[in-house]
């Protein structure tokens, strides 16, 4: 456990230092808006709003620049994808093509981040209604990430660990289960190197499990064990938000639209991951006469993980800092592949908050949703 967490530290501290020192630039020296964004040192800021809207020349999409977070417009001089100078009335974007579009913009000399506008050939998806507008006593899920694979002999143990916690409803209902298969990259359910969620929580060993990002566990053959690593999860931290999920799905295209409601005012980060049920592949198994059962239908898999920070920090898109009773938005558009059976893909959804004692997000809560359908927010049930 405290080596997970001790690993993921590290990592993010030589990202952190290397992001720093390879520049290649004098920190000093001058910055020149263009012809390219430079790297935003947080005070100028360009949103977008909504970032998915359908082509179809009437949907906009409001682009707005703040500088120290106040909305600015004069010498604001925005750029799109090609650095190339562009004005756009009243700041806001419409288009009849569908496709991605990015957009940054300079003030004097600074420069904002790039931020990308997707259009979509088809209705972006409506928000579920929230059940209880006035409520702020959200159920909480912890996230468990299986780090498992075909190749793996000992990963039936873990497997047959989890499907025993999983037959008793008083814990099951306490976590989402996804599974990362990175063990051997000859697995029909390998998860694209693109995705390194194991060096992100720093794996080495197999099987294994993080519970909410920080939490490991290696002992396969002790569901006890992992009961009470779910519970010390579970019991960590209550839910500081909530997260209500609408989705909608277009030939090979995926649009999720996501609302984070907070109990608690805190800054949050969202990520969205594209599971597959039923993925046929041989599994490894060291003991079969103590594992038996189906060990080569595999569920849960992971097929994208859309929260990439960069390559060892999967914690999610920024959505700042949201008050108590309030809320924000984040939209992803996943592009699923052919040989992806759709039937069988869900998603799971999930919530980060900054983590004082880790120096790292950690997950605070979790969702699940199908991948044409919704999920409102999820409220604990008030007892007589």
Not at 364 to 382: F, H, L, M, R
């Amino acid at each position: 456990m405290k080596l997970t967490e001790y690993l993921v530290l590290l990592c993010a501290g030589f990202a952190a230092f290397t992001a720093c020192s390879l520049t290649g630039e004098d920190p000093n020296g001058p910055v020149v808006p263009g012809p390219g964004p430079g790297t935003s040192d947080g005070d100028l800021v360009l949103k977008v709003s909504p970032q998915v809207i359908q082509a179809n020349g009437t949907d906009e999409a409001l682009i707005t620049v703040y500088q120290d977070g106040v909305a600015v417009t004069e010498g604001v001089q925005l750029y799109d994808g090609n650095n190339s100078p562009i004005d756009l009335p009243d700041m806001k974007f419409t288009t009849t093509e569908a496709g991605t579009y990015s957009f940054w913009a300079s003030l004097g000399t600074k420069n904002t981040d790039v931020v990308k506008v997707t259009a979509i050939d088809f209705p972006v998806p409506d928000l579920p209604e929230d059940p209880e507008p006035d409520n702020a006593s959200f159920s909480r899920k912890v996230l468990l990430t299986q780090f498992t694979g075909t190749g793996c002999g000992f990963c039936p143990g873990m497997i047959t660990t989890l499907r025993n916690i999983m037959s008793d409803e008083a814990c099951s209902s306490k976590f989402l289960l996804a599974a990362a298969h990175t063990y051997n990259g000859n697995d029909p359910a390998y998860l694209n190197p693109e995705y390194q969620l194991d060096q992100a929580m720093g794996v080495s060993n197999y099987p294994y499990i993080v519970a909410d990002m920080y939490l490991g566990f290696n002992n396969y053959n002790s569901p006890a064990a992992l009961e009470m690593v779910i519970d010390q999860a579970y019991s960590y931290a209550e839910a500081k938000a909530g997260i209500a999920v609408s989705s909608s799905l277009d030939g090979n295209t995926l649009v999720v639209r996501a609302q984070v409601k907070a109990a608690e005012t805190s800054e949050y980060r969202i990520g969205a991951w594209l599971l597959e049920d039923g993925i046929k592949g041989d599994q490894a198994n060291n003991r079969p006469n103590t594992w038996t059962g189906d060990f080569n239908t595999h569920d849960n898999c992971i097929r994208i993980a859309d929260s990439k920070v960069n390559n060892i920090d999967f914690t999610g898109y920024t959505l700042g800092t949201i008050a108590a009773g309030q809320t924000a938005e984040h939209a992803f558009v996943m592009t699923l592949d052919e040989e992806w059976v759709k039937e069988n893909c869900h998603l799971i959804l999930f919530v980060t908050v900054p983590d004082r004692e880790r120096n790292a997000y950690v997950v605070n809560n979790a969702v699940a949703c199908s991948i044409s359908g919704d999920a409102p927010y999820q409220y604990e049930k008030a007892f007589d």
